[in-house]
């Protein structure tokens, strides 16, 4: 079971770049997810699905887009890279129904020079 | 709004004495509270949780929370450190009445533990 799998774990991209962080789970999970957690601040929220062709914002929602096309996928594009999105990106996904405790993938640290 | 404080950035303790870490909340509604632990270049993993009932949370490897409902608080516990409990500890909060029906959790900024050997 492979869980919550995130490729690719280290990128450096230029400004004005773009790219797609991957995100899959294989738990049949409603509810995904990403953050991104910097030093001193925490993780963030950046946007969520509740489920399929479901998508919404977080609280730091700018800069970057995300679909969800499938349950299992929930990808993360970055339109045109800006240093200040230097970097780990967490992918998160959890069942709707109960508690709700989200797992998480081993991250992505993207660095935009 | 919900918010979560982590007042310490740091917390040092020499292994085999006990640990606390401190995590105050803020929601609108009846809070689920969570811990989370981190490890070098790795994701959050999950320790325990508070959604309702016993006050005392058991969870993980051996820590546990206590939920204070007129402090605000969810500190997290451990009678007996190990070196190997070193890492950063993340406190999280969702409120009971969430109207976006997600599973949205804020986090606090997070301690780093580090047990002295």
């Known amino acids: 079971n492979a869980g919550v799998t995130q490729t690719p774990k280290f990128q450096v991209l230029k400004t004005g770049q773009s790219m797609t962080l991957q995100c899959a789970q294989d738990m049949n999970h409603e509810y995904m997810s990403w953050y991104r957690q910097d030093p001193g601040m925490g993780l963030r929220l950046i946007h969520y699905s509740v489920g399929a062709g479901i998508t919404d914002q977080g609280e730091v929602p700018n800069g970057y887009n995300v679909s969800r096309s499938t349950t299992e996928d929930f990808p993360l594009r970055l339109l045109s890279a800006a240093p200040s999105q230097t970097s780990v990106y967490f992918c998160?996904?959890?069942?709707?129904?109960?508690?709700?405790?989200?797992?998480f993938g081993e991250g992505s640290r993207l660095t935009v020079l | 709004a919900q918010s979560v404080a982590q007042p310490e950035d740091q917390v040092n303790v020499a292994e085999g004495n006990p640990l606390t870490v401190k995590c105050t909340y803020s929601?609108?509604?009846?809070?689920?509270l969570f811990w989370y632990v981190q490890y070098p270049n790795r994701g959050l993993q999950f320790l325990l949780k508070?959604?309702?009932?016993?006050?005392l949370v058991k969870g993980s490897y051996g820590f546990e929370a206590e939920f204070n409902k007129s402090q605000t608080s969810f500190h997290l516990k451990k009678p007996s450190a190990l070196v190997s409990d070193s890492a950063l500890y993340f406190c999280a909060v969702r409120d009971s009445i969430d109207q976006t029906g997600a599973n949205n959790l804020f986090f606090g900024t997070g301690t780093r533990l580090t047990v002295i050997p």
């Open positions: 929601v609108s509604g009846n809070p689920y």
């Open positions: 998160a996904s959890s069942w709707l129904a109960g508690s709700g405790e989200l797992f």
């Open positions: 508070y959604i309702t009932g016993d006050n």
